[in-house]
T-cell receptor, first 115, second 109 residues
Framework: EPEVTQTPSHQVTQMGQEVILRCVPI?????FYWYRQILGQKVEFLVS????????KSEIFDDQFSVERPDGSNFTLKIRSTKLEDSAMYFC?????????????FGEGSRLTVL | GQNIDQPTEMTATEGAIVQINCTYQ??????LFWYQQHAGEAPTFLSY????GLEEKGRFSSFLSRSKGYSYLLLKELQMKDSASYLC??????????FGTGTRLTVIP
């Protein structure tokens, strides 16, 4: 069964360092997303991406964040200068379409710990 | 903006039925989803409602009333493995999915 894969599964970094989280969406999917979940809190929407550009982003997704689809398979989230409050589980997701009944497929997540 | 409310925690007995409620106010509405999330894992899809009424899928059913901004997830014949968080999520007018805080369900013997 096709799945969304994410790397790394866990990353520990120092405050102020740049971090890149990588995702390989399901191969025929067209819409890509990043969500985050701070421990014990809700899953929060960060950004959606389609046709090589951002479709929508939340207030959380400030200038410190960027996304990129550098080739035909990877979708990355970059945090330029990490802060303590960026510590969270980051989930990548993809979908085939957005209209009608669609299922958002999530990866297993990348746990980011900022020290 | 999005406002999606669910009870924080619920406890139910193995074999019983439990109903998890969700109320929402969103900028546009294109469907309501329920996801299950075990601790430390990714959310997994359970159900989808876009029209009013009940959708049944095995032991799980989900109901939607768009006029009331209300949904519930009904779990029947509870099993211990159903202990998890249940996330109500709404697809907004831009077709992006926004999650509620989740309801942590504990199933006891």
């Amino acid at each position: 069964e096709p799945e969304v894969t994410q790397t790394p599964s866990h990353q520990v970094t120092q405050m102020g360092q740049e971090v890149i989280l990588r995702c390989v969406p399901i191969s025929n999917h067209l819409y890509f997303y990043w969500y985050r979940q701070i421990l014990g809190q809700k899953v929060e929407f960060l950004v959606s991406f389609y046709n090589n550009e951002i479709s929508e982003k939340s207030e959380i997704f400030d200038d410190q964040f960027s996304v990129e689809r550098p080739d035909g398979s990877n979708f990355t989230l970059k945090i330029r200068s990490t802060k303590l409050e960026d510590s969270a589980m980051y989930f990548c997701a993809s979908s085939l379409r957005t209209s009608g009944m669609w299922e958002l497929f999530f990866g297993e997540g990348s746990r980011l710990t900022v020290l | 903006g999005q406002n999606i409310d669910q009870p924080t925690e619920m406890t139910a007995t193995e074999g019983a039925i439990v109903q998890i409620n969700c109320t929402y106010q969103t900028s546009g509405f294109n469907g309501l989803f329920w996801y299950q999330q075990h601790a430390g894992e990714a959310p997994t899809f359970l159900s989808y409602n876009v029209l009013d009424g009940l959708e049944e899928k095995g032991r799980f059913s989900s109901f939607l009333s768009r006029s009331k901004g209300y949904s519930y997830l009904l779990l029947k014949e509870l099993q211990m493995k159903d202990s998890a968080s249940y996330l109500c999520a709404v697809k907004n007018g831009a077709n992006n999915l926004f999650f509620g805080t989740g309801t942590r369900l504990t199933v006891i013997p």
